[in-house]
């Protein structure tokens, strides 16, 4: 990865897409909160209307800050498409989650809020040319929203599998849109993962997340990996798969951005 690289010579880099936020320097608007609505037990989906929503530019992908007055900035995942009108996002909050449930608090309000978009580099400025590995935890899926919505806007026909691990099968918040993904777009694989062995009644896999990954038998030389969760899990992920032959460079995540790992 050239972030934790160091050249010791002269040398050449290739890339063969753009994974970066590029010429789309983060801005600050004033958002209309259009809907907000609980589609769990603890997640939320929320929906804004942004100003001059067509001069803004955002990946697939990226995120964005909520700016509270006196709070820190909390960042989700943007879940629509580079191409929507509204901001989408899917917000986990409970009343012991306290910085999430005041963003909730303030959007179900009625006043606008300020928002900072876009941020991220794991996001697609373009479609791969290779097959594509889509993993998330919880509401990681916001971020694979985004990215399929995209790529089947630009007609991509190579291989895309998504898994979605969660704890708790109704932590799959919106396990029928990731199905009807599958029924309609021939493309894509969705594999469901539960963690909690004892939930007889959930028929998805009972494996944790990374093991099922690793035993999807995929050609790690030819796949582009994007990642969507806890730093633990990702980098978990991350060792296993390069382990396997990925070449580390096809292995995207925001968690490799904002929680480096130090040397080794």
Partial sequence: MMCRTVGLSDLQLETEAVMASG????????????????????VYRVELQLPRRRELSFHAGQYLAVLLPGSDPCYFSIASS???????????????????????????????????LPHGRACLAAAPEKPLLLIAAGTGFAQVKSLVNYLQ?????????????????EDMYLRSLARQWQEDWPPFTFIPVVGDDDDNDWSGHHEQLVRTVMASGMDWNNVEVHASGSPTMVYTLLDALVEAGLPPGAFFSDVLEYAPRGPA
């Fill in 23 to 42: 010429n789309n320097q983060p801005r600050k608007f004033q958002a209309k909160v259009v809907d907000v609505r609980s589609i769990s037990h603890d």
């Fill in 82 to 116: 580079p191409s929507a009108e509204l901001i989408e996002l899917h917000i986990q909050a409970t009343p012991e989650w306290v910085s999430a449930q005041k963003v909730i608090d303030a959007l179900t309000s009625g006043e606008d809020v300020t928002v900072e």
């Fill in 153 to 169: 806007e630009t007609d991509y026909d190579q291989p895309v599998r998504f898994y979605w691990g969660v704890r708790r099968h």
